[in-house]
C-alpha cells in the first residue's frame, strides 16, 4: 500500500468511528509497522487534518471560519480559565502590559488582580469595559476600526498607536497553532496588531489551549521562536511538548 492509500484509509476509518486513532489498531489493520504509522501521522498532523497524542491522533476538529468571540468563550472554559490563570502569574504587579483581543486575553484581563498597578494597553472592547473601571489599572484603548465579530480594534489607527510605545509584556492568543506554521490567525488586520504588540514588549507570551495546537488559521501572524514563553494546558500530547521544548521559547503547562 502506497503512504497516499495509507493517509485516505487513515481518515477514513478515523471518520467512520469516533475520530481517535490508534497506532496500534493501525499497524495491525494497516499491516505496517508503528514506525511507518506514526510517519504518516505526522505529515496528516502537518495537512493539518489530524492531532497527535500519546499513542495515537484524532481528527482535527472543524469550526467556522472565524466564531464569535461570544461563541469563543462557550467552548474549553475549563482550560481556557486554568491557562489564564498560569499566564497572570508570570505578569508583574506593576508595569505595561499589551493584551491582545480575544477570548483568552479576556479571560486573563478578569483574573487581574485588583492589587495590581498596571497600565493595560489593548485593542480590545470587552477588556477595556472590564477593566476600565478599576481604580489601580490605567486602560489605554487602542483606537481603529472595529471589527464585529471579534469586538476588537484594527487597521492603519491600531498599528500607528502602537509604534513608539514600549511594553514590559505582551500577551497573545491565536486561532490556531502549529510547530511550522506558527501562531496563525484569521485576517491579516488582525495578524498586524499582533506583529506589531510583539515588536514593543520586551516579554512575549502566547497564550492558547492546548486545542488550539495541530490546526491552522488564514494567516500567520508570528513563528512560535518569536515567543519567550508559550502558555497552554496539560492536554497537549506528549510528542508536541518535546518539540516545542526544542523549539526555543519556554513551556508552560496549566494544570486543569
Do not use: C
Amino acid at each position: 500500500m502506497y503512504p497516499a492509500e495509507r493517509h485516505a484509509a487513515i481518515l477514513a476509518g478515523a471518520r467512520d468511528g469516533d475520530g481517535a486513532l490508534s497506532v496500534a489498531e493501525l499497524s495491525s489493520r494497516l499491516g505496517v509497522t508503528p514506525e511507518t504509522i506514526r510517519r504518516d501521522l505526522a505529515v496528516l498532523e502537518r495537512q493539518g487534518l489530524i492531532r497527535r497524542h500519546h499513542g495515537g491522533a484524532v481528527l482535527a476538529r472543524r469550526s467556522a471560519f472565524e466564531p464569535s468571540l461570544q461563541r469563543r468563550r462557550e467552548g474549553e472554559r475549563i482550560e481556557r480559565a486554568a491557562v489564564a490563570r498560569l499566564v497572570v502569574e508570570q505578569l508583574p504587579e506593576e508595569g505595561v502590559v499589551l493584551l491582545d483581543s480575544g477570548a483568552m486575553t479576556l479571560e486573563v484581563a478578569a483574573l487581574l488582580p485588583h492589587t495590581n498597578r498596571l497600565l493595560v494597553v489593548t485593542n480590545s472592547l470587552p477588556i477595556v469595559a472590564l477593566l476600565g473601571g478599576r481604580p489601580r489599572l490605567t486602560v489605554l484603548a487602542l483606537p481603529g476600526r472595529v471589527r464585529a465579530v471579534t469586538q476588537a480594534t484594527v487597521g492603519a489607527w491600531t498599528v500607528e498607536r502602537l509604534s513608539g510605545l514600549h511594553a514590559d509584556v505582551a500577551v497573545l492568543g491565536a486561532n490556531g497553532v502549529g510547530l511550522t506554521s506558527g501562531a496563525t490567525t484569521t485576517l491579516p488586520e488582525e495578524a498586524e496588531v499582533k506583529r506589531a504588540m510583539l515588536g514593543i514588549a520586551r516579554r512575549r507570551i502566547l497564550a492558547v489551549t492546548a486545542a488550539k495546537f495541530g490546526t491552522t488559521s488564514f494567516h500567520r501572524a508570528a513563528g512560535l521562536d518569536e515567543f519567550d514563553q508559550i502558555v497552554t494546558d496539560d492536554g497537549l500530547d506528549p510528542d508536541t511538548v518535546d518539540a516545542l521544548a526544542e523549539s526555543g521559547p519556554e513551556l508552560l503547562l496549566a494544570t486543569t
